[in-house]
């Protein structure tokens, strides 16, 4: 008889994670394993981080701060905000958290009550789904195709709309599509929403700096939208900082308000020296960390140049993060001689086994005819890994 909780049996393990340690499993059986499955930069942090960090310890940053975050750091995301964003907040409306997932789960238990739906955009971040449903919220897919780079439409968005829904929640630029919604875009469904005033927006834009088209926009940089959008942030990927932790929001006071008080008794605060590194990187030039988005862009183009000479998988042109989001359903139905590939699970579990590169069933984001290749690894890595792939595919019939 099962003793945990029925909200942990609820909820789903993070297919990434799942594939990470499935890779790490085969690894330690000796086998040569290529993962293109998590979303981690293959950089190491900058050396004026890390200075900041030293700094920091050297100076005796290792009691409590306050739950939202040191006064200093907060004051710098405001001025990176402005700087790059062009929005105006005070460090009252910021809150920096234990990494972008905990801000997005701090307003998700924040805004939801039982039965309140939240617009999900497909394909969405894997956690977003279990996030809401953690929060007693219900989420609401909302399709998209590879032939529409992943975006939906302010129609789509509007057609799903009940008198239930409170929050949509999305990201720009996405995993796992490596979509960037432009001004316009965004703009279009601004005012769509203006119809519907009680429906909040989470914006995640934890790849604002890994963007190889428009510049970036954020959504409450629009006229009227910025006291209903929280932005979500970081420095994980754009600073290659993923084992530091440290995210934040930037949300209406009452929102910020809501989330120091479920932070408070959840966590508290996090790591202090990791929050003065941060303050280093938020302060700094973006285009100091340039470096890593202009190799990331050259081995998008790689990749997409490599698996559209892979028969039956279907490519768009993804603008930012480090993901392609390939249709792989004309595998759907082949087989060999011991396995039939009957979707994006299958066809995952089959080339690692395989071929032993890890990738992610796009399932769990919500689009399961796809499949997420992480392209932050070497290009050696990722010529061999598509050359391996293209062998283990030419066995099916």
């Known amino acids: 008889m099962t003793k945990v909780s029925t909200r942990l049996n609820r909820l789903s393990e993070s297919a990434?994670?799942?594939?990470?340690?499935?890779?790490?499993?085969?690894?330690?059986?000796?086998?040569?394993?290529?993962?293109?499955?998590?979303?981690?930069?293959?950089?190491?942090?900058?050396?004026?981080?890390k200075e900041?960090?030293?700094?920091?310890?050297?100076?005796?940053?290792?009691?409590?701060?306050?739950?939202?975050?040191?006064?200093?750091?907060?004051?710098?995301?405001?001025?990176?905000?402005?700087?790059?964003?062009?929005?105006?907040?005070?460090?009252?409306?910021?809150?920096?958290?234990?990494?972008?997932?905990?801000?997005?789960?701090?307003?998700?238990?924040?805004?939801?009550?039982?039965g309140d739906e939240v617009l999900l955009p497909a394909p969405y971040w894997v956690s977003y789904f279990e996030i809401i449903k953690l929060a007693e919220g219900t989420p609401v897919e909302i399709p998209s195709s590879i032939e529409d780079d992943?975006?939906?439409?302010?129609?789509?968005?509007?057609?799903?709309?009940?008198?239930?829904?409170?929050?949509?929640?999305?990201?720009?630029?996405?995993?796992?599509?490596?979509?960037v919604y432009s001004k316009a875009e965004l703009e279009a469904i601004a005012k769509m929403l203006e119809k519907y005033p009680d429906i909040y927006v989470i914006c995640d834009e934890i790849y604002e700096l890994i963007n190889f088209g428009e510049p970036h926009f954020s959504m409450a940089a629009i006229t009227n939208m910025k006291g209903r959008v929280v932005t979500v942030n970081g420095v994980s990927k754009g600073f290659a900082m993923t084992g530091w932790r440290v995210g934040y929001i930037a949300a209406p006071q009452w929102i910020a308000a809501a989330c120091n008080k479920i932070q408070g008794q959840i966590t508290s605060a996090t790591c202090a020296v990791a929050q003065k590194a941060?303050?280093?990187?938020?302060?700094a030039n973006p285009t100091s960390v340039n470096y890593m988005k202009d190799a990331f862009h050259k081995r998008r183009d790689m990749m997409l140049s490599m698996l559209n000479e892979v028969p039956g998988i279907k490519t768009n042109t993804p603008?930012?993060?480090?993901?392609?989001?390939?249709?792989?359903?004309?595998?759907?139905?082949?087989?060999?001689?011991?396995?039939?590939?009957?979707?994006?699970?299958?066809?995952?579990?089959?080339?690692?086994?395989?071929a032993h590169v890890a990738l992610v069933a796009g399932a769990a984001?919500?689009?399961?005819?796809?499949?997420?290749?992480?392209?932050?690894?070497?290009?050696?890595?990722?010529?061999?890994?598509?050359?391996?792939?293209?062998a283990s595919l030419a066995k099916l019939q």
């Open 365 to 390: 984001f919500g689009t399961p005819n796809c499949v997420r290749i992480s392209y932050a690894a070497s290009e050696e890595n990722l010529k061999e890994a598509v050359k391996r792939i293209k």
């Open 278 to 283: 941060t303050e280093a990187a938020m302060l």
């Open 319 to 354: 603008q930012g993060a480090f993901y392609i989001f390939p249709d792989v359903s004309q595998y759907f139905g082949m087989s060999n001689e011991s396995i039939t590939i009957k979707d994006s699970n299958d066809f995952c579990m089959y080339l690692l086994n395989d």
């Open 16 to 49: 990434t994670l799942a594939m990470a340690r499935m890779s790490r499993e085969l690894k330690m059986q000796g086998h040569d394993v290529i993962a293109l499955s998590l979303g981690e930069p293959d950089f190491d942090t900058p050396d004026f981080v």
């Open 150 to 179: 992943f975006k939906v439409s302010p129609e789509q968005l509007e057609a799903a709309i009940t008198p239930n829904t409170k929050l949509l929640l999305f990201s720009t630029p996405c995993n796992p599509s490596g979509t």
């Open 52 to 114: 900041a960090a030293k700094k920091a310890i050297d100076n005796n940053f290792s009691h409590y701060t306050p739950v939202p975050g040191l006064a200093e750091l907060r004051e710098a995301i405001a001025e990176k905000l402005k700087r790059d964003n062009g929005l105006e907040y005070t460090p009252e409306q910021i809150v920096a958290s234990t990494g972008a997932k905990q801000s997005i789960a701090n307003v998700c238990m924040s805004l939801l009550n039982p």
